[in-house]
């Protein structure tokens, strides 16, 4: 049994809840049809669950999660948007302040008894759903080197050990990972055709290089972007994090449905930007739009050009903050991305590399941090 706290408006839709989550479910149910109250009920005594709706008088369910997302008690409390606003837009913006996952009024009571569960579930972190680590890197300005990023730490972070890290990589247009691991990729993402592919398949995509890790590539034609929706990214996800140590994926630079569900799974997320005005307005932008997952932002300043057009001074002011880690530039990619070989394999004392290194410690105590 949990205590599930339900905030809407409605009597009506309340009483529902009362005898679909009580009668049906067996749980214990906090319901308020005051969104200042439902707040406050949450803040002064974390339920194990929110159910909130979205258009309410005075502050809208948006408003409720970012602030409930702020909070310590309440940062990682699992949160269901229920409400009738039901369009695609509506449940990448309930994604985007914070909310766990969004169902669209009405809803049937079995459909929701089984998301509670899901969530519910997710919560207690049941070891066989989350036997690896998620890392995702994301920008929402290209250019910022985060693929190149991402090919060298999964060889760090891989150790030299096969089989232990897996990449995905979602960028719709054209992604850039195979390129860097010099790797065929027969069938991509671009073959999953449901929200529930068959395991089967997802073996087959999942391919191997030689040095051990693995990736699920990106198509190279973009006419495929719609295949990767939210719970098309969650189950890919669910598939390596049940077979890896670690999952890094390659974000797409916007905060799409899957773009939303591959951070609201990751353990934490790499935020990348360079030493310049553009690089540094869209970070400033996303960790506005992600403020409701903050405690898992580690943002990374990478170098990627030889003289910096901003001192680290201005960037620290921009960011009102230093950035966890700071990446050297390192003209030696150019060869290594055309040779198809990772600078972490050829380079292994280069110092961009050491740096990486260190990123990774650092990445590493976070998480450790992050479960004490």
């Known amino acids: 049994m949990a205590r599930i706290l339900v905030i809407d408006d409605s009597a009506d ?7 679909i989550l009580a009668k049906r479910g067996g749980h214990q149910v906090v319901l308020s049809a005051d969104p200042a109250d439902g707040l406050s009920k949450a803040l002064a005594d974390p339920p194990d669950l929110a159910i909130i709706d979205v258009m309410m008088p005075g502050i809208t369910g948006y408003d409720i999660v970012r602030r409930l997302r702020e909070q ?6 699992p949160i269901l948007i229920l409400t009738a606003r039901g369009q695609p837009i509506d449940r990448e913006t309930a994604l985007q302040v914070g909310a766990d996952e969004h169902m ?3 809803v049937m009571p079995a459909d929701l008894l089984a998301k509670v569960d899901e969530l519910l579930a997710r919560r207690r972190g049941a070891p066989e759903e989350r036997a690896g680590r998620i890392l995702t890197l994301l920008s929402l300005r290209g250019g910022v080197g985060v693929s190149t990023l991402v090919a060298n730490l999964a060889v760090v972070l891989a150790g030299g050990t096969p089989d232990v890290v897996a990449l995905f990589d979602m960028n719709p247009a054209s992604g850039q990972l195979a390129l860097h691991l010099r790797v065929k990729a027969e069938r991509t993402w671009a073959s999953l055709r449901d929200a529930s592919p068959d395991p089967a398949l997802l073996e087959q995509i999942t391919i191997r290089h030689a040095s051990g890790i693995h990736i699920v590539a990106a198509p190279f034609s973009p006419l495929y972007a719609d295949r990767l929706t939210g719970p098309t990214v ?3 996800l669910a598939f390596l994090r049940g077979r890896f140590e670690a999952v890094l994926v390659d974000a797409p630079p916007l905060l799409s ?7 609201n799974a990751s353990d934490l997320v790499f935020l990348v930007l360079s030493p310049e005005v553009g690089a540094i307005q869209a970070a400033l932008a996303a960790l506005h739009a992600l403020q409701g997952m903050r405690s898992r ?3 990374v300043l990478n170098q990627v050009q030889e003289q910096p057009p901003l001192p680290m001074s201005a960037v620290e002011r921009a960011l009102k903050r230093p950035p966890d880690a700071v990446l050297p530039f390192e003209p030696a990619h150019r060869t290594a991305l055309a040779r198809g070989v990772p600078l972490a394999l050829e380079q292994p004392q280069a110092p961009y590399v050491q740096a990486l290194h260190r990123m990774a410690v650092a990445a590493v105590e976070r998480l450790a941090a992050s479960t004490e």
């Open 72 to 77: 310590p008690q309440t940062a990682e409390m």
């Open 257 to 263: 449905s899957g773009a939303m569900a591959a951070l």
């Open 104 to 106: 669209a009024k009405p």
């Open 234 to 236: 969650e189950a890919v």
């Open 13 to 19: 839709l309340l009483d529902m809840m009362r005898l």
């Open 297 to 299: 932002l580690f943002l």
